[in-house]
């Protein structure tokens, strides 16, 4: 029963999102506001698990022209995946972007900076073995910045945003083999790197 | 001793890690309300923009695609179609007008200023108005000679359409079996194999003349054969006339008007009417001055003796049935038989040098050992040149071919 109420609310979901898309393609602003209302959250998550030492200010950035981006292809969307999985692909495009920028930019500026982790997780408190979730929840989303960024995205997709391993392998363009391998061995790494910070 | 275990990860226990990304993509949030306003005027402005853009992108498209096909359109008219050859080429100074056909027998033409054309092909359906001196190769070897002023269209291989001017067709013996014909709006003129004229008149009248051989002449009141020494007058509106030609009589070495000769033997050469009789008149007095017959094929070669002086000469043919042609316009002849003065004042050597001072009749052509010298508009000359050897020759040609020699010697 609830299932069944969770399919229906995606699927009207869905269609909101379907109708949203067709009146920003005519040029409705109102239209373009209430999409970005309905995915925000979802662009922000995504956003700040793949980079997670983003900005604020760079955060906004990635999730303009993500939704800039929706919004001049809306008319080339063609209903093949939801709107959803759509709109993570452009936001997965937008962050390899900005990450590849940010590479390039820390080249050149290496000799003159020092970088600072932005995140660390909570001390956990010593000889405790009870699991703080939020701190367990920033813990994860430090460690994942240090996986290599295929293998990154793939985990934040699959398990932050829920995506099926289809839709993975979707939205970053890969094999569904490939996908899997990406999982298994984030996963592994993943639990690694969280075991040698304990 | 049982080994201590290395106590496991809580990380290794299932789910752990589903859990904690769960937890963590829970605990995100959206922007800051600073970031959400700047994305929220960013999609306001694109909006609008892009409302902008899609009311002018399909005028744009449209216009795009219209530019485009009247590009294509332009491109084909202007290089594509096909055209039918008709084996002919031009040569000579002409404005052209190329037709050019299409699917379903569409045609056009492409207007072409007056240009000069070196051998260029003839297609059916082409135009063009001769400019100056136009000359048209047929593929048989035959000759159309085009008069300035000349309108004639390509109907086909050995056809053509003369809508104004004057046309000269050598057609070539070899085209005996080909044929060949010439429109025009008043008739129509066939041919096997002969030299004949077309000169069109007015839009309802045009004459043909034959220099040599038959022309088949038909009009919509009549037909007839023309043959050498003969011209029809072709209308849309009077009977068809076949009457002599006036003859064109060609001097040897002769200008068109003015003929100046040192002998008083003139060289004729005409086309007549088969066995007509060329009488040439004093056209001062009007008095015979000789007859002379045209062969069986109209051919008329022969000589004139001509009193010293100044003559006009006219002409007229009388063809065996007694028919007689209009008298032409008189042509003078000069004949001329008195050698040019020549005085030579002053021959003198320095060195190598020579030096001649003299002076020969005015337009007298002078020349000293060969070469020509210069001479004032009295006919004097003072030269100077580089002898080799000791004679020195000099010559006095006047316009009628006279010469006077002076021969001196030069220490």
């Known amino acids: ?198 | 001793m049982k080994p201590t275990s290395q106590p496991k990860s809580r990380w290794d226990a299932p789910e752990a890690l589903e859990r904690a990304l769960a937890e963590s993509a829970q605990r995100v949030e959206g922007l800051s309300p600073q970031q959400r306003a700047r994305v929220r005027r960013a999609l306001v402005a694109e909006s609008a923009a892009l409302r902008q853009r899609r009311r002018w992108v399909p005028a744009l498209r449209v216009g795009l695609a219209l530019a485009v096909l009247s590009l294509a359109v332009s491109l084909y008219l202007l290089f594509g179609g096909t055209r039918a050859s008709s084996g002919a080429v031009i040569d000579g100074t002409a404005a052209l007008r190329e037709q050019r056909q299409g699917p379903l027998g569409v045609r056009w033409w492409l207007d072409q200023e007056v240009r000069p054309l070196r051998g260029f092909p003839l297609a059916v359906g082409d135009e063009f108005t001769a400019a100056g001196s136009v000359t048209v190769t047929l593929a048989d070897g035959s000759t159309l000679f085009a008069a300035p002023g000349a309108h004639v269209r390509v109907l086909g291989r050995n056809a053509f359409f003369l809508d104004a001017g004057e046309l000269t067709n050598v057609i070539a013996p070899q085209a005996r079996e080909a044929g060949f014909h010439l429109e025009t709006r008043a008739g129509l003129m066939q041919v096997r194999g002969t030299v004949f004229r077309a000169h069109v008149l007015d839009k309802n009248t045009a004459r043909e003349f034959t220099d040599e051989g038959i022309v088949s002449v038909r009009t919509a009141l009549g037909s007839a054969e023309v043959i050498t020494g003969e011209q029809a007058v072709l209308s849309t509106s009077q009977p068809l006339t076949v009457e002599l030609q006036v003859p064109r009589v060609r001097i040897a070495s002769a200008s068109p008007d003015r003929v100046l000769v040192n002998t008083r033997t003139l060289q004729l050469q005409a086309f007549l009417y088969p066995r007509a009789t060329l009488i040439a008149y004093d056209g001062q007095h009007g008095n015979v001055i000789g007859t002379l017959r045209a062969d069986a094929g109209g051919v008329l070669s022969g000589t004139l003796t001509l009193p010293e002086g100044v003559q006009l000469l006219a002409f007229e043919q009388l063809a065996p049935d007694g028919r007689r042609s209009a008298r032409s316009l008189p042509i003078e002849v000069v004949v001329d038989m008195t050698n040019p003065a020549l005085r030579i004042e002053r021959v003198s050597r320095s060195g190598a040098q020579v030096r001649v001072i003299g002076q020969a009749e005015v337009g007298a052509v002078v020349r000293i050992n060969g070469q020509i010298v210069p001479t004032d508009a009295r006919g004097a000359f003072d030269f100077t040149f580089v002898l080799q050897g000791d004679t020195v020759t000099i010559t006095a040609t006047d316009p009628a071919g006279n010469i006077t020699f002076a021969v001196q010697r030069v220490r």
């Open chain 1, 1 to 198: 029963m609830a299932d069944d109420y969770q399919s229906d609310s995606a699927q009207e979901a869905e269609i909101t999102a379907r109708a949203l898309l067709q009146r920003m393609v005519a040029g409705d602003e109102e239209a373009a506001g209430a999409f970005f209302a309905m995915f925000e959250t979802a662009i922000c998550r995504y956003v700040r698990h793949v980079v997670p030492d983003i900005s604020e200010d760079d955060l906004g950035d990635v999730v303009q022209e993500t939704f800039l981006a929706a919004l001049r292809n809306a008319a080339q969307y063609r209903g093949e995946s939801r709107v959803s999985t759509w709109l993570l692909r452009i936001a997965h495009h937008k962050s390899a972007d900005w990450l590849r920028r940010q590479r390039v930019l820390r080249r050149f500026l290496a000799p003159f900076t020092h970088r600072e982790e932005s995140l660390s997780p909570r001390p956990r408190v010593a000889g405790s073995d009870e699991a703080d979730p939020s701190a367990d929840a920033l813990a994860v989303r430090m460690a994942l910045g240090k996986l290599p960024l295929e293998q990154r995205q793939a985990l934040v997709l699959r398990y932050v945003m829920g995506l099926s391993v289809e839709e993975v392998a979707a939205t970053m363009r890969l094999k569904h083999r490939k996908v899997e391998w990406l999982i298994t061995q984030g996963r592994v790494a993943l639990r690694a790197l969280l075991s040698s910070e304990e």
